[in-house]
Nanobody, 125 residues
Framework: QLAESGGGLVQPGGSLKLNCVAS????????IGWFRQAPGLEREGVGC????????YYVGSIKGRFTISGDRAKNTVYLQMNSLKPEDTAVYYC????????????????????WGQGTQVTVSS
């Protein structure tokens, strides 16, 4: 299973680092995707990482502000979010897929089979 943490309230321009801890299995030839869902909107992809080679892919709207990284020793993937904007407010989810789910050609929620419970991020002054 996956468990997210690290969400909270932050002012515009601030930073947060989300954690996605995997338990019950070891991250290897997998992909971890980050997604978010704001109230009244559909879930959207943020980015992903292949845990074997640390290859990453980001959705265009967050490029340059968010960074995904992993620590295989801790079985954990991180989402570092900088220069946060009010429109980044959402519940953030991490999800597990095969390494082919993070191939640099888009991010599809249907390629990910196991999801965390989500963590709320609120960007507001």
């Amino acid at each position: 299973q996956l468990a997210e943490s690290g969400g909270g309230l932050v002012q515009p321009g601030g930073s947060l680092k989300l954690n996605c801890v995997a338990s019950g299995f070891t991250l290897g030839y997998h992909a971890i995707g980050w997604f978010r869902q704001a109230p009244g909107l559909e879930r959207e992809g943020v980015g992903c990482i292949r845990t074997a080679d640390a290859g990453t892919y980001y959705v265009g709207s967050i490029k340059g502000r968010f960074t995904i990284s992993g620590d295989r020793a801790k079985n954990t993937v991180y989402l570092q979010m900088n220069s946060l904007k009010p429109e980044d407010t959402a519940v953030y989810y991490c999800a597990l897929g095969s390494r082919f789910a993070c191939n640099g050609r888009g991010l599809r929620s249907g390629d990910f089979t196991t999801w965390g419970q989500g963590t709320q991020v609120t960007v507001s002054s």
